[in-house]
C-alpha cells in the first residue's frame, strides 16, 4: 500500500425485533434423603416437559440432559449433612415468542423452578448484520470524504476494507427470575424489544 492513502473506522447498526428466545431454568429440589431429592426432581422435571408438549414445543427444542445431586450440610451445627439437593438444568428455544408467557408460567407454576434468563436472538442474524456493515462502510466514506475535502485532496477508491469484530448482533438477555407462583395468578406477559446489530469497519481510501 505504498500509493497515498487514508484509513478510517466506520460504524453502522440497524435495530430488528427479536425472534426467537433461549430460555435457562433448573428444578431444583431439596430433601433428607437422596433418592427422595432425586426422585421429586424428576417427577417435577416430567411435569414441565409434558407442560411445554402441550404448548406446542417441539422436543427438538428442548434440553434437560442430566440430573445433578450433591449433599447439602447445616453449618450452623458443624458442617452437620442435612441432607441432599437435586437439580435438573432445562434450556428451551423458543421459535413463537406469542408462546413464551405460557412457558413462563409452565416452569414456575406449582412447583419449585427457577428461571435463569432469558436471551432473546434473531432465527437468521445474517442479513441484519449484513445491512450493518453496509452502513459501516458508508459512515467510513463519509468520515474519509470529510479528511480528504479538509485537506485539499481528492478522495479515491478503497484499497482495503477489514471488518471488526464479529459482526453478529449481541442476543439481548432478559432479567433472571426465581418465583414460585399460584395457579390462579395473573399469565405473564412478556415484550420482546429489539435487538440492535451492530457492525465496525476500518477502510484505506486511495488519495488522488
Given at each position: 500500500?505504498?500509493?497515498?492513502?487514508?484509513?478510517?473506522?466506520?460504524?453502522?447498526?440497524?435495530?430488528?425485533?427479536?425472534?426467537?428466545?433461549?430460555?435457562s431454568?433448573?428444578?431444583?429440589?431439596?430433601?433428607?434423603?437422596?433418592?427422595?431429592?432425586?426422585?421429586?426432581?424428576?417427577?417435577?422435571?416430567?411435569?414441565i416437559?409434558?407442560?411445554?408438549?402441550t404448548i406446542g414445543?417441539?422436543d427438538?427444542?428442548?434440553?434437560?440432559?442430566?440430573?445433578?445431586?450433591?449433599?447439602?450440610?447445616?453449618?450452623?451445627?458443624?458442617?452437620?449433612?442435612?441432607?441432599?439437593?437435586?437439580?435438573?438444568?432445562?434450556?428451551?428455544?423458543v421459535?413463537?415468542?406469542?408462546q413464551?408467557?405460557?412457558?413462563?408460567?409452565?416452569?414456575v407454576?406449582?412447583g419449585p423452578?427457577?428461571?435463569?434468563?432469558?436471551?432473546?436472538?434473531?432465527?437468521?442474524?445474517?442479513?441484519?448484520?449484513?445491512?450493518?456493515?453496509a452502513?459501516?462502510?458508508?459512515?467510513?466514506?463519509?468520515?474519509?470524504e470529510?479528511?480528504a475535502?479538509?485537506?485539499?485532496?481528492?478522495?479515491?477508491?478503497?484499497?482495503?476494507?477489514?471488518?471488526?469484530?464479529?459482526?453478529?448482533?449481541?442476543?439481548?438477555?432478559?432479567?433472571a427470575?426465581?418465583?414460585?407462583?399460584?395457579?390462579?395468578?395473573?399469565?405473564?406477559?412478556?415484550?420482546?424489544?429489539?435487538?440492535?446489530?451492530?457492525?465496525?469497519?476500518?477502510?484505506?481510501f486511495?488519495?488522488?
Open positions: 500500500m505504498a500509493r497515498r492513502h487514508i484509513a478510517v473506522t466506520g460504524d453502522g447498526s440497524v435495530l430488528r425485533t427479536p425472534d426467537t428466545a433461549v430460555v431454568a433448573a428444578v431444583s429440589v431439596r430433601d433428607r434423603k437422596l433418592d427422595g431429592a432425586r426422585d421429586r426432581a424428576n417427577a417435577r422435571a416430567s411435569e416437559l409434558a407442560a411445554l408438549r414445543v417441539p427438538a427444542d428442548v434440553q434437560a440432559p442430566s440430573l445433578q445431586a450433591h449433599p447439602t450440610y447445616d453449618h450452623a451445627r458443624g458442617t452437620r449433612l442435612s441432607g441432599y439437593e437435586a437439580t435438573r438444568p432445562f434450556s428451551i428455544r421459535r413463537d415468542l406469542s413464551l408467557g405460557a412457558i413462563f408460567d409452565a416452569l407454576d406449582d423452578t427457577q428461571v435463569h434468563g432469558t436471551t432473546m436472538e434473531l432465527a437468521e442474524p445474517d442479513g441484519a448484520a449484513q445491512e450493518a456493515l452502513a459501516a462502510v458508508a459512515h467510513a466514506r463519509g468520515r474519509a470529510a479528511l475535502t479538509a485537506a485539499g485532496v481528492t478522495l479515491g477508491a478503497p484499497l482495503r476494507i477489514e471488518e471488526e469484530g464479529d459482526g453478529m448482533p449481541a442476543p439481548f438477555a432478559m432479567r427470575m426465581k418465583a414460585e407462583m399460584a395457579a390462579d395468578s395473573v399469565p405473564t406477559e412478556v415484550a420482546p424489544g429489539e435487538i440492535e446489530i451492530s457492525a465496525r469497519v476500518r477502510v484505506w486511495s488519495l488522488e
